[in-house]
């Protein structure tokens, strides 16, 4: 049965975006659907990089008002001591206001290189990472994947057990030809802690991608365990389900999500999947 990939929605965790696998009856008039549109890239966004564009179709972009007080922080920044990253802060939190997280990622490595705390590579790492799931073209992809890399290790070369850190790297070699390392890493993650909800739900995500409809309703069980609110693990055990022929639980469950308070998008996955199975 073919399984195509599908962005839900963010985890809890905050800017950190995993994919579910949609079962064939959820995806029938869903031939060719790509991966959500980018954000501009820093090339064009940011004129403190190389201004070159890349030719990616960019969503969204600044407001005019947004647009202006950019141009009046650049303008500070000109005049700005070296180590001064109070400017550089303003400008990143601009555009992650305007949702345009590979700017904001671009101008908080900035920060996190001349003030190399924890704090600040992790914030990098966890722009960079919505980057990364957000990208659209292969090299921008590879681009913000090692970007990730980069901010994530430094992350763990001050706290080895920063689990949040080590779950998001782990998930950028999903699509750089390396699911082995990414399970490997996950698998460290629980073995520091067994019910680390994020890392239990990829576990899921990696099973359904691998069609092993077993494992991905175990691990989606145990976070439902940990966590019944967890309503994205819940559809993701809905999905398992309906792949190992068990409808009418995996209707229940919809059923369950649909009277749930659940944000929009979650919400258009539920009725659309309760849909097909009628």
């Known amino acids: 049965m073919r399984i195509q990939l599908l ?49 990616e179709s960019h969503s969204p972009s600044l407001s005019v008002e947004q647009q202006k007080r950019l141009s009046d922080l650049k303008k ?12 550089l802060e303003k400008i990143g939190n601009l555009f992650i206001e305007g949702t345009i ?20 590579w992790l914030r990098t790492g966890d722009v960079y990472f919505q980057a ?82 077993d494992k991905a309703a175990s691990r989606f069980r145990q976070v439902m365990k940990v966590n019944p609110q967890n309503y994205n693990a819940q559809l993701g055990l809905a999905y398992s389900l309906i792949e190992l022929n068990q409808a009418e639980e995996a209707r229940t469950l919809l059923t369950d999500l649909q009277n749930k308070q659940i944000e929009p998008t979650l919400r258009e996955e539920v009725e659309r999947t309760l849909q097909n199975l009628k």
Not at 35 to 41: E, I, L
Not at 76 to 87: F, G, I, M, T, Y
């Open 7 to 55: 962005i839900i929605v963010l985890i809890a965790t905050g800017l950190s975006v995993f994919l579910y696998t949609r079962p064939k009856v959820v995806v029938k008039d869903s031939e060719g659907a790509s991966r959500d549109k980018a954000t501009s890239t820093e090339q064009t966004t940011a004129t403190a990089t190389s201004g070159k564009d890349d030719g």
């Open 76 to 87: 500070e920044l000109v005049n700005a001591p070296a180590n001064d990253v109070a400017v």
């Open 101 to 120: 997280a590979d700017s904001a990622g671009y101008y908080y490595e900035l920060v996190a290189t001349k003030q190399p705390t924890e704090a600040n």
């Open 132 to 213: 990364y799931n957000l990208a659209l073209r292969t090299q921008n992809v590879e681009k913000f994947a090692e970007k990730t890399q980069n901010a994530y290790q430094k992350v763990l070369a001050k706290a080895p057990n920063n689990l949040h850190a080590r779950t998001n790297l782990g998930m950028t070699y999903v699509t750089s030809g390396s699911p082995m390392q990414a399970i490997g890493m996950l698998r460290q993650v629980l073995e520091i802690n067994p019910n680390y909800e994020p890392a239990l739900v990829n576990m899921g995500v990696l099973s359904l991608q691998s069609n092993q409809y």
